[in-house]
């Protein structure tokens, strides 16, 4: 009886670890991806100029994006938006890159906004590597003149990409080191993180980096705490550059202290 009985206590805890898995990736798919369809915001209202709008065509579907032009041998900012929102809630801080005499590509990902598809993982991904060949091959802007940004998760593609791919540089804001510390941040007195994804780990990938690197963060941050950006920078290579905006939060940077945050990007980028 006292096998069996052990035997039984095994398989339960067994199922319910399986459950708990589960219900973790579950989780984390869903947390992960947040978009809205509605622009609440056009770029005329933001003060910016026409863009070129295009319907770039990824995997199954077609992603919705705009192409703010500079001057002809201008470097230009290839972003890559976080899990939520749209395109048009990223235009304010567009509009600042510009001022700097920049150009600036945006797009959303499948699922976002006007872009068709459905927002997953893999697409995400794709859809970022699509992006880029679009304003490289298709724009004709050299690969020496495109800098990378990443916001939030979408860091997770901007650093991948600095690797692979031929770039000026790379911008992250609101970065994560990984899924893993992110679930520690969000259950301190749980062992979840042990259950959670090892497929995004933005520590191990930034150690391998050969381009300057900007981190920017918000000292109140309160989604990605600011000890992210801090492990992030610690382990990337030089040339690198960690700002820390005092009382900005996790996307307010360039509101809280354009002086600091634009400067820094000139920085990087000229």
């Given at each position: 009886?006292a096998?069996?009985?052990?035997?039984?206590?095994?398989?339960?805890?067994?199922?319910?670890?399986?459950?708990?898995?589960?219900?973790?990736?579950?989780?984390?798919?869903?947390?992960?991806?947040?978009?809205?369809r509605e622009?609440?915001?056009?770029?005329?209202?933001?003060?910016?100029?026409?863009?070129?709008?295009?319907?770039?065509?990824?995997?199954?579907?077609?992603?919705?994006?705009?192409?703010?032009?500079?001057?002809?041998?201008a470097?230009?900012i290839?972003?890559?938006?976080?899990n939520?929102?749209?395109?048009?809630?990223?235009?304010?801080?567009?509009?600042?890159?510009?001022?700097?005499?920049?150009?600036?590509?945006?797009?959303d990902?499948?699922g976002?906004?006007?872009s068709?598809?459905r927002?997953?993982?893999?697409?995400?991904?794709?859809?970022?590597?699509?992006?880029?060949?679009?304003?490289?091959?298709?724009?004709?802007?050299?690969?020496?003149?495109?800098?990378?940004?990443?916001?939030?998760?979408?860091?997770?593609?901007?650093i991948?990409?600095?690797?692979?791919?031929?770039?000026?540089?790379?911008?992250?804001?609101?970065?994560?080191?990984?899924?893993?510390?992110?679930?520690?941040?969000?259950?301190?007195?749980?062992?979840?993180?042990?259950?959670?994804?090892?497929?995004w780990?933005?520590?191990?990938?930034i150690?391998?980096?050969?381009?300057?690197?900007?981190?920017?963060?918000?000292?109140?941050?309160?989604?990605?705490?600011?000890?992210?950006?801090k492990?992030?920078?610690?382990?990337?290579p030089?040339?690198?550059?960690?700002?820390?905006?005092?009382?900005?939060?996790?996307?307010?940077?360039?509101?809280?202290?354009?002086?600091?945050?634009?400067?820094?990007?000139?920085?990087?980028?000229?």
């Amino acid at each position: 009886m006292a096998e069996y009985s052990l035997t039984y206590e095994l398989a339960a805890l067994g199922g319910l670890l399986a459950l708990l898995l589960a219900a973790t990736k579950l989780y984390e798919r869903g947390a992960m991806f947040a978009p809205t369809r509605e622009h609440l915001l056009t770029p005329g209202e933001a003060g910016l100029p026409p863009p070129q709008e295009t319907f770039i065509v990824s995997g199954d579907a077609e992603m919705h994006s705009w192409f703010f032009a500079g001057p002809p041998t201008a470097p230009v900012i290839l972003y890559i938006h976080g899990n939520g929102g749209n395109v048009a809630d990223r235009l304010p801080v567009i509009r600042g890159y510009l001022g700097l005499g920049l150009g600036a590509f945006i797009y959303d990902p499948r699922g976002y906004g006007k872009s068709g598809g459905r927002a997953t993982r893999e697409n995400f991904l794709e859809d970022a590597f699509r992006a880029y060949r679009h304003v490289v091959d298709e724009r004709g802007i050299k690969p020496s003149s495109v800098v990378i940004l990443g916001q939030s998760l979408g860091a997770v593609a901007a650093i991948r990409m600095a690797n692979e791919l031929e770039c000026r540089g790379l911008i992250l804001e609101g970065a994560f080191v990984s899924v893993r510390e992110v679930a520690r941040d969000m259950y301190p007195d749980l062992p979840v993180w042990l259950l959670a994804s090892t497929y995004w780990d933005n520590e191990k990938e930034i150690r391998k980096l050969k381009v300057p690197v900007l981190l920017v963060c918000g000292s109140m941050d309160e989604t990605i705490n600011p000890r992210h950006s801090k492990r992030l920078f610690e382990a990337a290579p030089e040339p690198r550059e960690l700002l820390t905006v005092e009382g900005a939060g996790h996307a307010d940077m360039y509101l809280t202290a354009p002086e600091l945050y634009y400067g820094a990007i000139a920085r990087l980028v000229k």
